[in-house]
């Protein structure tokens, strides 16, 4: 069986697709990636290859060809063209926001560096190693903002309505509000603490994009004047 596709050129393409493939316990016998294609489609719908720059209008594509083991069942067929569209879905979303997510960790940078309630030293630490998962030493899939609200049993993490990047941009089915009282005992003296702005943890969502393993959770703690 042949999947023949042909997408946007961007990173992890390759690596995405055939670790999906192996989820679903299908191993790719054959593949060819013929990755930054400039191509340009004119107004009938005909497509040709061109030099870079030679075509204002033309654009970066990926032409991807796999062959896999002979798939007879076409319910199956139909799930792995399903799986591999949200594979590509991820893929794209957490490579388009890529920009506003650093941008965003820059800014974090920033708030550490004008923040005084942690101490100096801690805060030091923070910025350099926030600064070296910048320099190409992290891949950002997704990113959120969440505010603190209420108290008691009540007090939780809020999702703030339209801050989420990459793969965590459909806020459709995510949860508004997470509250403390449903977390270990330790991890809320993570949270609560101000001697430190980083809360690291793993989490039980195995990433779609670029490595099959569980994906990491960095979250950097903002403090106001109280």
């Known amino acids: 069986t042949v999947l023949q596709l042909v997408i946007e050129d961007m990173p992890f393409l390759v690596d995405s697709l055939r670790l999906e493939l192996e989820r679903m316990g299908i191993a790719p016998q054959w593949m060819v990636y013929t990755g930054g294609l400039q191509l340009h489609s004119d107004s009938q719908g005909h497509s040709r290859v061109t030099a870079y720059g030679q075509e204002p209008e033309s654009r970066l594509v990926s032409p991807i060809l796999l062959e896999i083991p002979l798939q007879r069942n076409q319910e199956k067929v139909d799930n792995i063209e399903l799986k591999l569209k949200q594979v590509l879905r991820d893929v794209r979303m957490s490579y388009q926001d890529w920009p506003l997510m650093c941008e965003a960790m820059r800014n974090s940078i920033k708030e550490v560096s ?16 926030l600064e070296w998962l910048l320099d190409d030493h992290f891949t950002f899939l997704g990113m959120r903002d969440y505010r603190v609200v209420g108290e008691g049993d009540k007090a939780g993490m809020q999702l703030i309505s339209g801050s989420s990047l990459g793969v965590l941009a459909d806020e459709n089915k995510s949860k508004r509000i997470r509250y403390f ?31 099959h393993s569980y994906t990491d959770y960095l979250g950097v703690k903002r403090f106001d004047a109280s």
């Open 181 to 211: 009282s449903d977390l270990p005992v330790r991890a809320r003296r993570v949270i609560f603490t101000n001697k430190r702005y980083l809360v690291l943890s793993k989490t039980n969502t195995l990433s779609s994009v670029h490595r």
């Open 114 to 129: 004008e923040c005084s309630v942690v101490p100096a030293v801690e805060s030091q630490e923070t910025m350099a190693y």
